[in-house]
Each structure stands twice: as C-alpha cells, then as structure tokens.
Nanobody, 125 residues
Framework: QSRLVESGGDLVQPGGSLRLSCAPSGWSFTYYNIGWFRQAPGKEREGLAC????????KYADSVKGRFTISRDNAQNTVHLQMDSLLPEDTAIYYC??????????????????WGQGTQVTVSS
C-alpha cells in the first residue's frame, strides 16, 4: 500500500498546463521534504523537483527549470507540481516521494523513503 497518493495526470496538448497533487495516505508529511519524479517507458526515473518542509526552498532539474513549479500547503497536507509549456517529451508516469529533511533537497530517487503509485501524464496533439 502506497503511503503517498498522486492525482491530476491527464492527456494535454503541447504547450498546455497541468497541476499535479500529492497527498499522504493516513499520515502527515509536514516534517518531510517532498520530491517529484517521472519515468518514461524505457528510461530511468528522473528527479524533477524537491521542496523543503517550510515550502520556502526548492530545487529543480535543468530539464524542467522555468516550466515546472513545486509548492506545498502544509495546512492542506498537500504538495503540488504546476507544469506549464508542456512538451511531448514530458510524457511519463509522475511520482511524488518523501525524504527525511536531514538529506536535504535531493533529486536522487534512491534516497527517498516513501513513494506513491504514480499518475500518467501524456502530452500529445
């Protein structure tokens, strides 16, 4: 059973936008940094963005910097990934994951403790 639940994946045209959401299942991730990852068929899982517990600091992969924005609402126990100017190569399954804040803002998937099951994003005309 996944400890995180992603939502918001959909089919969108190139140049469009989507907002993904991540929420914990039966617990609070207030004291964890949260990251977003994606995995396309035949490719390795790629770290996209990570946000700290306060929501004040974030780190992005070069591939999405300037197009994707990570944010969190601790009152709602939710983390979002706003994705703009989407490209066909953004097509993938998107995952959120939780990491102990002691490990910093990491984009390395092997360092994360808890994962969701993913949500499909397809960018196509």
């Amino acid at each position: 059973q996944s400890r995180l639940v992603e939502s918001g994946g959909d089919l969108v045209q190139p140049g469009g936008s989507l907002r993904l959401s991540c929420a914990p299942s039966g617990w609070s991730f207030t004291y964890y940094n949260i990251g977003w990852f994606r995995q396309a068929p035949g490719k390795e899982r790629e770290g996209l963005a990570c946000i700290d517990t306060s929501g004040d600091y974030a780190k992005y992969a070069d591939s999405v910097k300037g197009r994707f924005t990570i944010s969190r609402d601790n009152a709602q126990n939710t983390v979002h990934l706003q994705m703009d100017s989407l490209l066909p190569e953004d097509t993938a399954i998107y995952y959120c994951a939780a990491i102990s804040p002691g490990r910093g803002l990491s984009l390395r998937s092997r360092e994360y403790d808890f994962w969701g099951q993913g949500t499909q994003v397809t960018v196509s005309s």
